[in-house]
């Protein structure tokens, strides 16, 4: 919302504030300015000038010779807008003058003719964004003139960020009301030069209301609760005198013409937007608020030619739609220079209606931001007046003494009950009635009773969107008063009764636990495209980004991709995240799990000078997979099975893991290909993990007595056949070993010489121990002759 | 015991005796040939003579010989090493060769910001709880006082899924989610992924982590929540940090606000360093009609909630310029922030 601070102080006579204390004051008041931008400044050497002659360059087809009547004598400039042409008044930067943003003007030579000066666009100028041709001024001026006066430029504009539920403070009456001394008091607004005030009588009506010259009817008065209109004759639509030209360019707005832009001075000064038709075009004299037909159709003012949605509230003639309610007019009855009777229209649409017009319409203009956010109902009459005066005074004419007013039913204040006691309760200090009132009615409240036990709140039009309840009060309250002003000392707490949850135990006990294996936490989102989900977005931006990751190790794989494109050999990267999968049953929300994955590749330790570090190899991984699932699921004895025919990786070199038969980790080497990998790279591994779904509480440690007596190893170097499960033979040999056997463990792996075709030797330690006497070899003889004759008779395995 | 055996043991006390008594490599040397030389050592021919032996015998036999040269062989290497270092011919290690590493890990920026945090609040009796990313309009608006219809819907474009349901446009849900299984007083933090409709840039993801807080009890007002939010700001920036509460909107809060916080740091070289004011969450006292919507009478109990993006956090306190940077998991980026 661009505020001007010339129009501000002409509101609220009593504002002496710099620009940059408003902005202080309004971020205070939870309007904070984005921006403080001096208007004409940096462009003080810029004169007024006539286009005499234009013609195309001798040279160059995009450019223009042109004859300039700058005040000083007339001067040749080249100009390269398409919109330069003889007869207009511009914006002229003659030789020696300097733009904002550093451009010094000087005589030039381009194609081979001199250019003494340069016309200037909006941009050029600093005024705004407007780049595709050069400014064109209208109105009475002087060749020569200084710009910045003649257009009243001096000001400052403030770009305040305004939230949703504030539509009062989209307009200068607005922010003045926040700022001014007195509050609404205080204000009063400016004169209009050679205005006389000009009050229709008012023809009311539920549904319909007319006049000896026209007539309204409401058919829908749910979304357009109240509708004003009034005729004015014999205008004659000319360009605006300098001081509304130059009130609508301080806020960035184009002059358009007389009638126009006085609709648009009232949308910026009391934040009603108004609309002015040109009767003449308007068939049955009638004006008809009702639903859209099917197939019909408008073109609107921006020239478009719109299908009109269903049921979208328009404004009719007695045939066609002339108007979309509330967000923009038609080109048909648009007031232009022929225009010499307009009718003005002024009104009050339910704001979800505007809202969902505007968005199935794509489009969202100065008049539906504030209609969908609320304009004030009680300020209608005073604005259509307003805009009336404007008009009479820059256009001429008349208006016609009766206007109508069609609303089923007449808005009255909305009282609220405000307890003094809660006030407190809520903010947490003390307010006395007297103090609350001070605080209240200077934004337009009027307080009945004494405060004791509270008041009755009569609420303004304008703050009647967002003020319906008593807690919105108090907030009024806290904000007038001011938050700086708030202590900020804490006060002793209650614990909550909500546990902690436990899966922010198992996370960080993951992290620190692969931080500590030297692994760097990495962060992917779990947008990914077709082939890598099942749930799907419904308007994605991207089709890269068009579903959600039903695994979290494409997304990671990628990222090593990623690595190695930047000449990182050795990636060792972690991350915890979500995955998704469809509903369990149509229209529930999908099934939601979360993972741990990790990706390794490059040395098994950092470069050292004593000798090159292998590559990482099955091994690694798998020892990292064996901790996590440990950590996870914490004393649960999981399977460890060959996964064959994974998109990940290779067969042969992946493993899935087992809890009761349910698949909690897969991981292996990655499949070539799979990544894109230079040649330099080393082999890819990774895993998946999938978190428990309800984590349980931490196991508590049990204490076991250290042992006292040493133990007995026994060292078997078994035959085993290619293809039999080594990892699981120490199983078999525990329950064979008996309770003196403690530990099983696998030593050593050879399958060269001296071993037979089709077998590997592989040493298994057994440790034999008594906790209650030092073992002799008698006793454990028969125990290891006893694992000897099951592995035989259950695995057919012997002895090398 | 067989003869063999016995001999062997006392081979190895002659042995051994004669192990300490050696004093140079010499005689170490000359040791090794008397029991383990190759040719007729004394070991060594017992060994040899294993072949001969019957398959039991053979096998004890062979094992005792064979621990008996190992200790032997481990005694006389042990000794040789011990003369060599006294030697005055040896050099010390180069000490200023770099050791042995090992691979460096961290935490990603984002989690780090995030557990700073948590870790402040948590002292002051916040707890963690968590809530699904896939969520309904409901939870993510319509009980969080927010009508589809009303233009604070669209503030947060939000992501739509196929055949129902949406990616939660903020954490707020979860207080929606744990009000209603547990009663007051509540005081929990929410963590986690955020969803919308943004497009990538320097500040912009479609998703980003975000946390929430929230309180509910008897008498909790509008001091306890900017002293709480201040005691935060303080701890996390450092004692001398300015904390502003600007008015602002959020259809779930009121009063609501815009928490900022300055910092101005006289530096050693007495250069003064301003932050300016930078806002860091939004936040408010909960709005009775949030508490009615899950059953909690808003006359007996009030409260305050506020979220913030631990990555813009971790930008801002950290200098990360960019906000893709969080997300390439360029190992050279993540390793700086490992330690």
């Known amino acids: 919302m661009n505020i001007s601070v010339r129009w501000l102080r002409e509101l609220a006579p009593g504002l002496t504030d710099s620009p940059e204390q408003l902005a202080d004051r309004l971020a205070a008041l939870g309007a904070p300015v984005e921006e403080i931008l001096p208007l004409g400044a940096g462009i003080e050497g810029v004169r007024i000038a006539r286009v005499l002659e234009a013609r195309r360059h001798p040279d160059a087809d995009r450019l223009s010779l042109c004859q300039v009547d700058g005040g000083e004598g007339v001067v040749q400039v080249v100009c390269g807008a398409p919109n330069v042409r003889a007869g207009i008044w511009v914006a002229l930067a003659p030789v020696g003058c300097a733009l904002p943003g550093g451009l010094q003007i000087r005589k030039a030579k381009i194609r081979g003719e001199v250019s003494e000066g340069m016309l200037c666009s909006e941009r050029e100028l600093g005024l705004g964004r407007e780049h595709g041709g050069i400014l064109e001024l209208t109105g009475d001026f002087r060749p020569g003139a200084p710009f910045v006066e003649a257009l009243s430029l001096s000001d400052t504009r403030l770009d305040v960020e305004v939230t949703s539920n504030r539509p009062d403070l989209l307009s200068h009456l607005g922010i003045a009301r926040e700022l001014a001394p007195g509050g609404d008091a205080g204000l009063s607004l400016p004169p209009i030069p050679g205005g006389i005030p000009a009050t229709p009588s008012w023809v009311r009506g539920e549904q319909e209301a007319g006049t000896a010259t026209f007539q309204v009817r409401v058919e829908e008065s749910r979304r357009a609760p109240r509708y004003l209109a009034a005729v004015l004759r014999g205008v004659r639509v000319a360009p605006s005198p300098p001081w509304l030209q130059a009130r609508l360019r301080a806020v960035g707005g184009r002059p358009i013409n007389n009638v126009v832009d006085a609709t648009n001075l009232v949308l910026w000064e009391l934040g009603q937007p108004l609309h002015a038709f040109d009767l003449d075009r308007i068939q049955g004299e009638t004006v008809v608020v009702r639903a859209a037909r099917p197939g019909e159709r408008l073109r609107t003012l921006d020239g478009e030619d719109r299908p009109l949605p269903p049921s979208i509230l328009c404004i009719c003639d007695a045939q066609h739609p002339i108007a979309l309610a509330g967000i923009m007019g038609g080109r048909e009855s648009e007031v232009g220079e022929t225009t010499t009777s307009v009718l003005l229209e002024c009104a009050l649409f339910d704001p979800p209606t505007i809202r969902a017009g505007r968005k199935l319409l794509g489009m969202s203009t100065d008049a539906s931001y504030r209609f969908e956010r609320g304009v004030d109902p009680a300020g209608m009459e005073r604005a259509l007046a307003r805009c009336i005066e404007v008009i009479l005074a820059t256009a001429g004419g008349s208006v016609e003494p009766d206007g109508v007013d069609v609303a089923p039913d007449r808005w009255t204040r909305p009282r609220i009950e405000l307890r003094t006691a809660r006030v407190e309760r809520i903010l947490g200090i003390p307010f006395s009635p007297a103090a609350i009132r001070d605080l209240l009615?200077?934004?337009?409240?009027?307080?009945?009773?004494?405060?004791?036990?509270?008041?009755?709140?009569?609420?303004?039009?304008?703050?009647?969107?967002?003020?319906?309840?008593?807690?919105?009060?108090?907030?009024?309250?806290?904000?007038?008063?001011?938050?700086?002003r708030f202590p900020d000392v804490l006060r002793p707490f209650r614990p909550g009764t909500v546990p902690e949850d436990p899966f922010f135990r198992l996370q960080a006990a993951l992290r620190t636990h692969l931080v500590g294996r030297g692994f760097l936490e990495g962060l992917t989102l779990a947008f990914v495209p077709p082939s890598e989900g099942d749930v799907v977005l419904a308007h994605p931006l991207t089709v890269e980004e068009s579903r959600l990751r039903r695994s979290m190790l494409p997304g990671l794989l990628r990222r090593v991709s990623f690595n190695f494109h930047r000449g990182s050999r050795d990636v060792r990267l972690f991350e915890m995240?979500?995955?998704?999968?469809?509903?369990?049953?149509?229209?529930?929300?999908?099934?939601?799990?979360?993972?741990?994955?990790?990706?390794?590749?490059?040395?098994?330790?950092?470069?050292?000078?004593?000798?090159?570090?292998?590559?990482?190899?099955?091994?690694?991984?798998?020892?990292?997979?064996?901790?996590?699932?440990?950590?996870?699921?914490?004393?649960?004895?999981?399977?460890?099975?060959?996964?064959?025919?994974?998109?990940e990786f290779r067969d042969g070199s992946a493993v899935r893991v087992l809890l009761e038969g349910r698949e909690v980790a897969r991981g292996g080497e990655v499949r070539p290909g799979v990544v894109d990998a230079p040649r330099w790279a080393g082999p890819v591994l990774a895993f998946e993990l999938a978190f428990p779904p309800a984590v349980p509480l931490p196991m508590a440690p049990r204490y076991e007595a250290i042992p006292a007596h040493p133990g007995i190893e026994r060292d078997l170097a078994l035959l085993i056949p290619v293809g039999m499960e080594a990892g699981r033979l120490p199983e078999g040999i525990r329950q064979a070993g008996g309770v003196l056997l403690r530990e099983v463990t696998i030593f050593d792996l050879y399958d060269g010489p001296g071993v037979p075709e089709g077998f590997r030797s592989i040493g298994y330690r057994l440790l034999f121990r008594a906790s209650d006497r030092t073992l002799s070899d008698e006793e454990v003889t028969p125990a290891v002759e006893q694992v000897l004759t099951l592995l035989e008779r259950e695995y057919g395995v012997v002895r090398r | 015991m067989t003869e063999l055996t016995s001999r062997l043991l006392d081979l190895e006390s002659e042995a051994l005796g004669a192990l300490d008594a050696a004093a140079t490599g010499e005689e170490l040397e000359a040791?090794?040939?008397?029991?383990l030389g190759r040719k007729d050592g004394r070991i060594s021919s017992i060994l040899r003579m294993l072949g001969s032996l019957p398959p039991d015998e053979r096998k004890a036999v062979g094992a005792e010989a064979n621990r008996v040269r190992d200790r032997l062989e481990a005694g006389i290497s042990e000794r040789l090493a011990g003369l060599e270092g006294?030697?005055?011919?040896?050099?010390?290690?180069?000490?200023?060769?770099?050791?042995?590493?090992?691979?460096?890990?961290?935490?990603?920026?984002?989690?780090?910001?995030?557990?700073?945090?948590?870790?402040?609040?948590?002292?002051?009796?916040?707890?963690?709880a968590r809530g699904p990313e896939a969520e309904t309009e409901w939870y993510n608006f319509v009980a969080l006082n927010t009508p589809l219809d009303h233009p604070a819907a669209d503030e947060q474009d939000t992501l739509y899924l196929e055949g129902g349901g949406l990616l939660r446009s903020h954490t707020s849900p979860v207080q929606i989610r744990v009000m209603q299984d547990h009663r007051p007083p509540i005081r929990i933090l929410a963590p986690g992924m955020v969803y919308r409709r943004d497009a990538w840039d320097a500040t912009h993801a479609p998703a980003f982590a975000q946390l929430e807080g929230l309180v509910v009890d008897e008498g909790i007002t509008f001091v306890d929540f900017k002293a709480t939010l201040a005691e935060f700001a303080r701890r996390f920036w450092g004692p001398g940090t300015q904390v502003r509460l600007r008015p602002s909107f959020f259809p779930f809060t009121e009063p609501s606000a815009e928490v900022d916080v300055r910092r101005i740091v006289t530096l050693p070289d007495g250069t003064v360093s301003d932050t300016g004011w930078t806002e860091i969450m939004g936040a408010g006292m909960v709005d009775p009609a949030v508490l009615e919507n899950v059953g909690i009478d808003p006359e007996r109990y009030s409260g305050f909630a506020f979220g913030m993006g631990p990555g813009r956090i971790a930008m801002r306190a950290w200098g990360i310029p960019d906000l893709r940077l969080l997300h390439d998991s360029d190992v050279r980026f993540l390793r700086q922030f490992a330690r």
């Open chain 1, 441 to 484: 009615e200077p934004l337009g409240f009027d307080l009945e009773g004494t405060g004791d036990p509270g008041f009755r709140v009569g609420v303004p039009g304008y703050r009647s969107w967002d003020i319906r309840r008593e807690i919105d009060l108090i907030e009024e309250i806290a904000r007038r008063h001011g938050y700086d």
């Open chain 1, 577 to 647: 995240g979500t995955v998704f999968a469809p509903p369990a049953e149509p229209g529930a929300l999908p099934r939601e799990e979360t993972r741990l994955a990790l990706v390794l590749t490059g040395g098994r330790t950092p470069a050292h000078w004593s000798g090159e570090a292998a590559p990482v190899d099955f091994w690694d991984l798998r020892g990292l997979l064996e901790e996590v699932v440990e950590i996870a699921y914490p004393g649960a004895v999981p399977s460890w099975v060959a996964l064959e025919g994974a998109t």
């Open chain 2, 31 to 35: 040791l090794r040939i008397t029991f």
């Open chain 2, 86 to 128: 006294s030697g005055p011919a040896e050099a010390g290690l180069d000490v200023s060769l770099p050791g042995r590493g090992s691979w460096v890990g961290g935490l990603h920026p984002v989690t780090r910001a995030l557990e700073e945090v948590c870790a402040i609040f948590e002292s002051m009796g916040f707890v963690r």
